[in-house]
């Protein structure tokens, strides 16, 4: 049939595979390949989302802001009461101002100090999550070989980094950069919100530039070790060396052994928690951790290890190989 149209002249017939042998271009809006870094970040989340264990720590973390929601009523309450009056828990009868010392150590007051605590306590409930995440978000992707799929795709590495930056960040907005703004919200209305959120917008802002550089910093560093150890055990021993046995050798070098205070700068944590003071405006000589290094020492630590965490993301994602 063919030769004969052929001599006749005649158009040659479509076969019924041409449709699917020929190249058929895309014809939708093409988008920057940013979105597909938003995409990954929805994906990751949604499957952290699917695990028990997330829901049981998540679940651990509402404790620690429920006890700063409702302790910022009792401090309320109290101050409605006489000094010298008792007020009764739980079948014991306790004097006003000996609650007040107790609470006083926390700033439940809606200043700056008030989210810096709440931020430093939740950090820790954040780390264990953090880890265990990192084994499902980035880990697999090497362990079963996901990666040079994602990136044969219309993206490039780094929006491969992005991305995953992004899920992890998703967790610390859920854990910690939400809640505070709850807590600054119920702060407003303890506190005459005709005058607290006028007189208060530093913390408000500090409170977005903090969660903003701890998804910064802890969204690269999960990411590099993750896919250096790629594992959920060895990642939880070495973000539990970096955020547990860090802070002990830095409390026990400065306060025990009475070393320079520089040697604080070990503790990680302890390097965003006073940049994150400064960003919400509070004074770094009442941080609850003691004496101090200069905020620029501080500053430097944590480019430092941002920077250690790029070089290594630079050099272990380019090697990967691309089936295209």
Known sequence: MGYLNWLLGLP??????????????????LRNPVFGSLAMARVSLRLM??????????????????????????????QLQAANQTVTFGGFR???????????KLNLNGSAHTFGNYIWFQGHVAMVLLAFAGSVLVGNDFQHGSLPFYLSKPIGRWHYVLGKALGAGGII??????PSLLLFLQAGLLYNWKTYYTDHWREFLGILGYGLLLTAVLGLLLVATSIWLRKTVPLVMVWAGLFVLAPRLATYFVDGQQFDVAWRLIDLWNDLYLLGLWMLGADLDESRTGPQPPLWQAALAVAFVTGVCLLYLRRRVQAVEIVS
């Open 94 to 104: 306790v004097q006003v101002t000996d609650l007040f010392k107790f609470l006083d």
């Open 12 to 29: 040659k017939m479509a076969t019924p595979t041409d449709n699917l042998l020929r190249y058929r271009p895309w014809r939708g809006e």
């Open 173 to 178: 907005t859920l854990l910690i950069t939400g």
């Open 49 to 78: 989302f699917r695990r028990k264990l997330f829901w049981a720590l998540y679940a651990l973390a509402a404790m620690v802001f429920f006890f700063f929601f409702y302790a910022q009523y009792l401090v309320v309450w109290l």
